[in-house]
Structure formats: C-alpha cells, structure tokens
C-alpha cells in the first residue's frame, strides 16, 4: 500500500471570492475613470 | 532669553489668558471626558473584566477624544474671533507661532487630562499611588505627541467647509503611535512592572515626539502663509 | 498642440496602458490557475496570493510616491507634482482596497481568523486611512495652491507615520507571545509560483502607471476646462 500525497483542503471558494472582488474593484476604478473620460 | 522662545511663550500665554476667559474648549473637552468615562462604565460588565486590565485603554481613548475635542474648539474660538490674522501679518517667525500654538494647546489638553485622571480613579476604582510619577511622565510624552500633530491639523482643519469632521479623519492615524506606546507602559506602571519592560515604548514615544515636533515646526509655515 | 489636447491625448495613453494591464490580469489568473502548482497545506485559497501581494506591492507605492512628490512640491512649487500625488493618493486608495478585501478572505481559510495585526495588513490599513483623509481633505479645500500646499503637508507627515507604525507593530509582536496559529511559511517558493508573482507584480506595476496617468490627464483636462470657463 503506497502512501497517499497530502490532500489540500477544499477552500476553493475563498479563492474565488478573492478573485472576484479584486477584478470587480479593479474593473469598477477603471471604468470610472473611462466614463469620465467619455465627458470630457 | 532668545528673541524667538519669549515670542512663543507670549503667544501661548495670550491663547491661555484668552481661554481662561472664555473657557469654551476646556468645558467642552471636560463634559466630554467625564460622558466618556461613564459610558465606558456602563457599557463594561464588571464580572467579566477585571477593571485594571480594561483601565489603560480606558483612560487613553478618553485622553484621545477630549484632546481632538479640545484642539478643535481651541482653533475655532481663534477663527472666530480672527486673531490669527493679525499675527501672521507681523513679522513673527512661523516656528515660533507654532510653538505658541503648541504650548497653550499642551496647556489645554493638560488641564482637561489633570481633571479626568481624578474622575478616572473614582469611576473605575484603580489604586494609583506608586504609579502616578510614571503616569504623568507617560502623560506628558504622549500628549506631545497627539497635540504637534493636532496642532498643524487644527490650523488646516479649520480653514476647511467640515472642520470637526476633518480634523479627527486626518489625526487619528496619527495618534495611533502615541496612543499604543501610553496603553502598554500604563498599564506596566499599574502592575507595578520594571522599568526595562517599557524602556522600547518610551524610546519610541520620544523618538516620535522629537521628529513629529520637528516637522510640524517646519511645516506650519506651509499651512499659514499664502 | 493645445492645452487641451494634450491632456486629452494623455487621458488616452493612460486608458491604453490600463487596458493593457486588465488584459495582463486576466493573463495572471490563467497562469494562477491552470499553470502553478497548487500548494499542499493551504489548497487554492493560496493562488490568492498572486493577487493580494502584488497589489499591497502597488499601494505601498502609491503611497511612497505620494510623498515623495509632496516634499518635492513644497520645495519647487510645480503643480505637476501636485496633480500626481492627488492621481497616485486615487489609485493607491483602489490597490488598497484589493489588499485589504483579498486578505481577510485569504486568512479566514488559512489562519482561521479573518483579521491578524500582522505588519502587512496594519500598515496598509493605515495607508489606507491616510490616503482618505489626505483625498478628504483635498474634496474640502477649493483654492488650489492651498490645496496643495495642505496636501504636501499631510504627505509628508503621513511619510514618516508608516515607520512608526511598523516600529510599533514590531515592538508588540515581540513583547507579546503571540497565540500559536498555523501560518503558511514560504521560507522558499518554487520556481513556478515565483515566476507568477513576479509576472503579477509586472501586471500591478503597469495597471499603477495606467490608472496614474489616465486620472493625472483628467485632472489635467478639467483644470484646462476650469480655466477657459474662468477666462470667459
């Protein structure tokens, strides 16, 4: 019987969280920043 | 004496003279200290916290407020009553107003902390004795702290549309140093710990009261002149 | 090539270079996900790491910048220096945010606690508070060379706070035995986690320069704007 390798634990949806409010902050400056663009 | 230090010291003993007349900032700051102090009471459950453990941050938050509550009623009365003007118009040196500023400020925020520590005692039940040399040395280090930065704040602060609101936005960062270095040696003065054990702290606080004190008195002029 | 114009053409670059950035994002995601191992102890919530370091990387020097250009303001006066640390006070605020919002989610996972006064995450909550005073103060002051001069000042001290913070955070940690939690100690990335970040580090870099330079030509175009309403 071989060893069995380390299971990771299932946190994948913190993960996903994290990503998401990143991109939605990053996304959200920079289309602020588009839109008054737009005004200008 | 130099020319510069009997400057400062009459422009602080005129903002003191003029404050023990009105008594504005000193009787906001003290009614604020003691709501403060009876709140905190009221909201901790005395079975769960020893008193002596929750006494040191209990007195320096109190400390924190009255001192914004006191630098920000100090500026206004000033404003109000337009007396700044006529000094910047004569030749004093900037550092110099600021020095004055800052000592009537130490003044005011002294007093009110000299009337708290009192009430303090009482409403908490904390023994003080041994301690109370160390307190007021602690006491006077931080205030430094708080008011130089309070002081070049206010001055700014107060030529701003949110005054009150401005002020603590931009000092309690600021004040979050001076305040970490007074809750850990309090509370190592109350149980009566070596001196060792507070030297780091107290080499801080002096550190930041030396380079804060420093760069306000070089900065002022910046927040004064046009 | 008029004031406006030119303004307008660095608004543009700006735009140019953060679009280049966004794509650069969604590139690390990709690498994150489908091209790093993944790390034993801690499962995925670890990739989170290739997004919270990068963008502590990019507030922190935001932040710098700051107030660098404000000594450099008081000293020489140019309102080109003015009108970057008010860009990079913006920017640093968004970056902030994302480290402050991808931490706690990382450390509820790992240290089971969403919130640890560790140096990383206390200093860059201070800078965040900074950089809002330092933006409300600038939303409250209308005459721009007092504004300016207001600003530099609450540059320059907020500088020098950070070293007093670490200190503090420094001197707590080590009179306090902290409670033992499970930290995730990366004493040696391999190589392939490494490489990630340092691409996501490049990405960060250029989503900065991007977002700077956009929001210092929209400055730029309103004060243009200003003017010829004033002149009028």
């Known amino acids: 019987m071989h060893a069995m390798p380390i299971e990771p634990p299932s946190n994948g949806q913190y993960l996903l969280a994290a990503y998401l409010i990143g991109s939605v902050i990053l996304l959200g400056y920079f289309l602020s920043l588009w839109l008054k663009s737009r005004k200008i | 004496m130099p020319d510069a230090i ?136 931080a205030t430094i702290g708080f008011v130089a930065v309070g002081t070049i704040f206010s001055a700014m602060a107060v030529r701003t549309r949110f005054a009150e609101l401005m002020l603590p936005v931009l000092l309690l960062p600021f004040m979050v140093p001076p305040l970490i270095a007074a809750v850990q040696v309090t ?29 306000c008195m070089m900065a002022f002029t910046a927040v004064v002149d046009e | 090539m008029t004031d406006f114009s030119l303004a307008a053409k660095v608004v543009k670059r700006g735009l140019v270079i953060s679009t280049l950035g966004l794509i650069g994002l969604a590139g690390v995601f990709v690498l994150a996900l489908g091209f790093t191992p993944v790390e034993a102890r801690q499962g995925l919530a670890q990739k989170i790491f290739y997004l919270h370091v990068p963008a502590a990387w990019s507030a922190l020097l935001a932040f710098s910048l700051v107030g660098i250009t404000s000594c450099l303001y008081l000293w020489l006066k140019d309102p080109r220096l003015d009108r970057f640390a008010a860009a990079s006070a913006e920017v640093g605020v968004v970056f902030a945010a994302v480290m ?95 490489t990630t970040l340092l ?33 009028d």
């Open chain 2, 6 to 141: 009997r400057l400062a010291l009459a422009i602080a003993g005129k903002d003191i003279r003029a404050e023990l007349r009105s008594r504005t900032a000193l009787q906001s700051a003290l009614v604020f200290a003691a709501l403060v102090l009876v709140v905190f009471n009221f909201a901790r459950d005395p079975t769960s916290l020893a008193a002596v453990d929750l006494a040191p941050s209990v007195l320096w938050v109190t400390f924190a407020l009255a001192a914004m509550v006191a630098l920000n009623r100090a500026f206004t009365v000033e404003r109000e009553n337009s007396a700044m003007d006529a000094l910047l118009l004569a030749p004093v040196p900037r550092e110099a107003l600021f020095a004055g500023k800052l000592l009537a400020n130490l003044a005011f925020v002294g007093t009110v902390e000299l009337v708290t520590l009192p009430l303090f005692v009482l409403f908490f039940n904390v023994s003080l004795g041994h301690a109370l040399p160390g307190l007021i040395g602690i006491t006077v280090l």
């Open chain 3, 100 to 194: 402050l919002t991808t931490g706690p989610i990382w450390a509820k996972p790992i240290w089971g606690t969403w919130w640890t006064w560790d140096a990383r995450l206390t200093l860059t909550l201070f800078v965040f508070f900074l950089f809002l005073g330092y933006l409300a103060l600038r939303a409250a002051v209308h005459d721009a060379a007092e504004r300016a001069r207001f600003s530099a000042v609450v540059g320059i001290l907020g500088m020098l706070l950070v070293p007093f913070v670490h200190l503090s955070v420094y001197l707590f940690r080590t009179l306090h035995p902290q409670p033992i939690v499970l930290k995730p100690s990366a004493p040696s990335l391999p190589t392939s986690m490494l």
């Open chain 2, 187 to 215: 509370s190592r003065l109350l149980a009566n710990r070596p001196l060792s054990e507070m030297w780091g702290w107290l080499r801080l606080l002096a550190l930041y009261d030396v380079v804060f004190v420093t760069l």
């Open chain 3, 199 to 231: 691409v996501s580090t490049l990405v960060f870099t250029l989503l900065y320069l991007g977002f700077v330079t956009t929001r210092y030509g929209l400055t730029l175009a309103e004060e243009v704007r200003e003017d010829a309403r004033n002149a």
